[in-house]
């Protein structure tokens, strides 16, 4: 398999359902409550995680050294890890099928799961992925890097929100779409665009490749790479990662798709 700078692990297997706001499109679907937010916390911080977390460093060390990944961790070299949490636990938020899709009703984009980033003693960082379970919160994955709890900390009064099949992460504010890291800006263009101007854009990109389209039942999947839409509602060349249907594994999917095509998996 091709290594990849970005590593995850665990499955990305856990659904959520996507929760619709009426209005005019410049709302998001409702995303978790304070208590929600303080129980995800309450799981990142336990022994738990933080033991999951130990041995992701450990396995990332064996997988830069060209070694498996499959081999038992040890105590001693998972307490050299004393990992740490970084930050608070934040809400992801990612690009809408429905939205895609034009629904007049459908939120910009939809709660997928809370993150939290975290470092090791030796310098390694990493993401923590929490989803609600029943009534309680589990830890879904752990991802290399730190995208998914560093973008969403610079919401500046609006909401951060992340189209994965570009890896492009935006701030939704005042019914304006901005871009937050070079690709965000290279498909909105510096001052970013209108919501209705977003809406085109990923319609343009997006719209044939949803589920139930001839793109779908041919099964090409792989990178898309925009070239600006700003002006011309065009997407980029290549092919694109399908969106998934609205409802269960909907928005989880979604946001995991980035991570399906960047990111290679590293057993727990």
Known sequence: MRTSAK???????AGLGVTMVAGSGTALADGPSPADTAAAAKV????????????????????????????AVSKAAKAAKAPALDGAVRPVYTLNPAFVQGRRDASVAA????????????????????VKQGTGWKVMNVISGTDEAAYPARAGGGTVFTEPQINAWYRLKDGR??????????????????VAAYRNLVRARYADKLPGSSYQRSGRLGGYTPRTGVGTGSGGGGTTLLLPALGACGALAAAAGIVAAHRRRVPR
């Open 7 to 13: 590593l995850a692990a665990g499955a990305v297997t």
């Open 111 to 130: 709660f997928a799961y809370l993150a939290v980033g975290a470092h090791s003693a030796t310098g390694q960082h990493a993401t923590m992925w929490l």
């Open 177 to 194: 779409v901005t871009g937050l890291n070079r690709t965000a800006t290279t498909s909105v263009g510096k001052r970013g665009v209108t």
């Open 44 to 71: 990142a911080a336990s022994p738990a995680a933080r033991e999951r977390l130990a041995t992701f460093f450990v396995h990332l060390d064996q997988h830069q050294r060209g070694e498996l990944t499959d081999q």
